[in-house]
């Protein structure tokens, strides 16, 4: 009667093992930066919405020769609407004869911002548009 090969029953078992690593790595990976993190997906989403924002500000002044009084200036012709950074936040715009200020706070209470001119972040009245 032939001996079976040891090594060939653990051969599968083995594959299986490092795929099943390779799948959690992945997995582990996903939920450490995807999952629990979305203070960092939040900030993406309002400066990605933020940039949209400048560069229509920048359009509104090539064509007026002035920044907006309001960001709902903006609405129709330079952006379908005025986007919240994130849901339950507001945009600060502020400008002035020689640029803007747009920024925003995080749910932590840190301001993020653009500007063109010599503001100091937080000194804004809120601009839903």
């Not at 979305?38 to 309002?46: M, T, V």
């Not at 004869?97 to 972040?121: I, K, Q």
Request: aromatic share 14%; net charge negative; glycine share 10%.
């Amino acid at each position: 009667m032939p001996v079976a090969n040891p090594k060939r029953r653990t051969r599968p078992i083995v594959i299986a093992a490092v795929l099943l690593g390779i799948v959690c790595a992945g997995f582990g990976t996903w939920i450490l930066y995807d999952v629990l993190s979305p203070r960092e997906a939040l900030y993406h989403q309002a400066m990605t919405r933020g940039n949209a924002i400048v560069a229509a500000l920048g359009s509104y002044k090539s064509d007026h020769f002035e920044y907006p009084k309001h960001l709902s200036a903006l609405v129709p012709a330079y952006l379908p609407e005025i986007p919240e950074p994130f849901q339950g936040a507001q945009w600060g715009y502020n400008p002035d004869d020689n640029g803007f200020l747009l920024e925003f706070c995080d749910r932590g209470g840190f301001p993020h911002f653009w500007t063109t001119s010599n503001y100091t972040p937080g000194q804004w009245d809120a601009d839903s548009g």
